[in-house]
């Protein structure tokens, strides 16, 4: 079965990412990838060079897709221009021609209030926010697979996602705080005051303190899995000097004393069924999975008290990797589809 595949802002750090998985995929064929920028896509992501000769085009080429009886549009674009993109797109084709799944953070909330609160720039576009399923693919295989609509999460809500998630059905008691480090990438491909390389490099920094926007997502995401009400939760975002990666820390206190190696148990029940999560007998790192759609997870107790840490590629598991591995499943191929690759290791 091929796919076809049209790519929304295709310069960025995030899209680059894409077309290198897309280059990798049996099923894929790349047919549009958009840009206001003119020149070669290998011009703006000089490591694809060899393998992408087209030119950007303007606007998306639905007559290319329409080719194709599966087709899928990767939106890559920035928060609040990647959400009326989509929505004109979508008014102004048919449909049932492709489905979409948008990378920025435009239809991840699905309360209102929130999305207005941290999305201010983005459309709120009430009812199509509904059919919008969102895209952690551990935690909502079922529903990725019957949807043609999908919000791509954010990477450090993944990486604070999985981590939390199994946590739920261990009587969490108090407070869970949530530490996640993150690499430069992150920010996107225009520097800023914070993270232009010479203010980043040989520095630590910590940013948006309990306001950071992928703590209400992350929050909706492992609502489900809590057997009570979700517990009080803090969230702080930190830049790591580096390019790539993130780390996360939940901190928790559980009603009972559980045992180091329980809880690894624990984490090896719950994600049995998930090929991308290699959960590991030591704390993981950052260097492993570069590169992959791969988390590495673990966890350590001391009587009730519980670390559990979790190190994905956030341009990986935390964006692109994830975005093709939700693809794989709405259009029924294996999730591990084009994405079993190992880390650079070292990187």
Known sequence: MAIGVGILGGTGYGAGELLRLCALHPNIDVVSVTSREAGKICDAHPHLNGFYSDLFDTEVNVGALSSYDQAVIFSALPHGVSGQTIINLL????????????????????SLELHSEFYPKSPIAAELRKKFQYGLTELYRDEISSCSLLANPGCLATASALAAAPIGSLDPIGQIAVDAKTGSTGSGKEPKSTTHHPTR???FRGYKPLAHQHEPEFKQAIAPSYTNQLPPMSFLAQSLP??????????????????SQALIEHLEKFYSTSPFIRVLHELPEIGPVVGTNFCDISGAARGNQIIICAAIDNLGKGMASAAI???????????????????????
Not at 91 to 105: A, C, H, P, Q
Not at 244 to 254: K, P, T
Not at 325 to 347: D, I, Y
């Open 91 to 110: 008014e102004e084709t048919d449909s049932d021609t492709f489905k979409v799944i948008d990378l920025s953070g435009d239809w991840r909330l699905k």
């Open 325 to 347: 591995q939700n693809m794989n499943l709405m259009f029924g191929l294996e999730e591990t589809t084009g994405l079993m690759q190992p880390a650079l290791g070292p990187c």
């Open 201 to 203: 490099h040989g520095n």
């Open 242 to 259: 580096i390019a790539r990666g993130i780390f996360v820390s939940v901190h928790a206190q559980l009603e009972n004393e559980i045992t």
